[in-house]
């Protein structure tokens, strides 16, 4: 089933913001081929095995796990190579142009076109439901407050939450918000978090991968430069 968002004065704020990224963002920027994205690449993805491993969830096998704004698919496939059976994976993305491609990678998958606000799905459908990078692409409270009400509503008593996003504001991007430890307790009252500062400022990994990746991972593992929190909830029972 494939839902066409409602229009909403938010949602079109971000597809607005699509639209630009595509303009003026060269289409290889994130590319795996350039040193710095793979390097940050390979950060997020040992992130989130660690997080899963502390939580005892690894392998992930039959377990259902949703991503609440999938975009490409990037990150359901890091979920496959930690064991997830591709059958048992769902996302939701408010771009069709993403979502069709995302479907291209996952053809197992469910993939639904929609606004993450309003999930269609029924309650405690999901064991794990993920979030990367979404909620600091929304700038009104209201709808961070929606959407996170909707991956409580789907996750199963017992289930967990991953979350991955910015700890802080970009300055250079008006349109990126940060989420800090105050507000990610406020959005999901009840939960429980344990946070872990991860990821390198990909604006100083692109400068220095490419001339030491070395001293790219040891200033990783200091955490003073990083810039995004890689998070895990249980939902009360």
Known sequence: MTRAPESDP??????TE????RREIPEDFYALHKRANLFLRHGQERALRDGLDRAGWLPLGERRVLEVGCGEGAWLGIFERLGAVPEALAGIELD??????CRQKHPAATIEVGDAGQLPWPDASFDLVFQSTLFTSILDAGTRQRVAAEMLRVLRPGGLLVWYDFAFDNPRNPNVRGVGAGELRRLFPGCSWTLRRVTLAPPLARRLVPRSWTLATLLEGLRLFNTHTLATAWRPR
């Open 10 to 15: 938010e949602l079109e704020r971000i597809r």
């Open 18 to 21: 699509y639209e630009r990224r």
């Open 96 to 101: 069709p142009e993403r979502a069709a491609v």
